[in-house]
């Protein structure tokens, strides 16, 4: 049984980090790409990052230079380190296998002063 896990999210202000974790297990992520997605109430799920098998990423523009995926395919687990937040970056953050519909129950993000 294939199951995402994230965690690390929370409350923070403007300008804040987190770094979101999502720990994978029944699958070994090595040879898939990973990616990380967000979706803010009343707004469409949107792919905020990804990182290939090779670790070569990709970012939206909107965390483009604020945001930075990383994996640690030992541990079966792939990070978000979330810099410079802004309160539009509140969101419930969702990690994902690429080509597959496994999915991650999803962890909240709130950026508020």
């Known amino acids: 049984q294939v199951q995402l896990v994230e965690s690390g999210g929370g409350l923070v202000q403007p300008g804040g980090s987190l770094r979101l974790s999502c720990a994978v297990s029944?699958?070994?992520?090595?040879?898939?790409?990973m990616e990380w997605y967000r979706q803010a109430p009343g707004k469409q799920r949107e792919l905020v990052a990804l990182?290939?098998?090779?670790?070569?990423?990709d970012y939206s523009s909107s965390v483009k230079g604020r945001f930075s995926i990383s994996r640690d395919n030992a541990g079966n687990t792939v990070y978000l380190q979330m810099n410079s937040l802004k309160p539009e970056d509140t969101a419930v953050y969702y990690c994902k296998i690429q080509d597959t519909n496994y999915w991650g129950q999803g962890t909240q993000v709130t950026v508020s002063s």
């Open positions: 990182i290939s098998r090779w670790s070569s990423t």
């Open positions: 029944g699958i070994i992520i090595r040879v898939y790409t």
